[in-house]
């Protein structure tokens, strides 16, 4: 008799579990393991409709005013809730034309024109991220001959942030790696630093 250091079932549970590994015949690899999930109840949904919520608004919209919105199965109800959106965040309610659906919509225009970075639409990028959601910076440090190259923006206070937040965007793509704001933690590549 020869000393084993495995149990006696070892190599039987490791082929089949090497078993289950093999490809099943007549399956493509490529396919999804599971149904995406529409999140729209109404499956006719118009491209504007997606488009809104997707693009024009996916930075400032709600949780929740996500959730009733794709929950909305006419166009009408659609048209209400946008409107009702807009009427929500107008700094004089009742009173057109409404500032701050304006000035969304030039923020947009802004980063689209100056923050694109080849194919990606500028308010697809960090800076236009930021810029959409806290406006313009209060000061901007390029530092072009930085490797990679960084720029810094300054915010005396930013809302829903607090007092002075600063956002360091680096690489070519300026892609946010830095974010200090003196009411939180430090946060670097998307992690807290203490």
């Not at 693009?55 to 048209?79: C, G, H, P, S």
């Not at 440090?141 to 720029?151: D, I, K, Q």
């Not at 070519?172 to 946060?187: A, E, F, G, M």
Request: aromatic share 14%.
């Amino acid at each position: 008799m020869y000393w084993m250091p495995f149990g006696k079932g070892y190599f039987l549970s490791l082929l089949l579990a090497s078993l289950c590994l093999l490809p099943c015949p007549g399956k493509s690899q490529d396919a999804p393991t599971t149904v995406p999930r529409n999140p729209w109840r109404d499956p006719q949904v118009g491209e504007k409709y997606k488009q809104w919520l997707k693009e024009d608004v996916v930075y400032i919209v709600t949780d929740q005013e996500r959730k009733e919105f794709r929950n909305l199965t006419a166009d009408k109800q659609r048209d209400e809730f946008i409107a009702a959106f807009w009427e929500r965040r107008n700094p004089m309610p009742g009173s057109a034309p409404n500032s701050f659906k304006e000035e969304h919509h030039r923020r947009i225009a802004y980063v689209n024109q100056h923050f694109g970075a080849g194919p990606i639409p500028g308010w697809k990028t960090d800076r236009g991220r930021v810029y959409i959601v806290y406006g313009p910076a209060d000061s901007v440090e390029p530092h072009l001959g930085f490797s990679p190259p960084t720029e810094i923006w300054n915010y005396a206070s930013a809302e829903g942030l607090g007092r002075r937040a600063v956002f360091t965007f680096t690489d070519n793509d300026y892609h946010l790696t830095d974010l200090v704001v003196d009411s939180l933690p430090r946060i670097r590549d998307g992690q807290r630093v203490y």
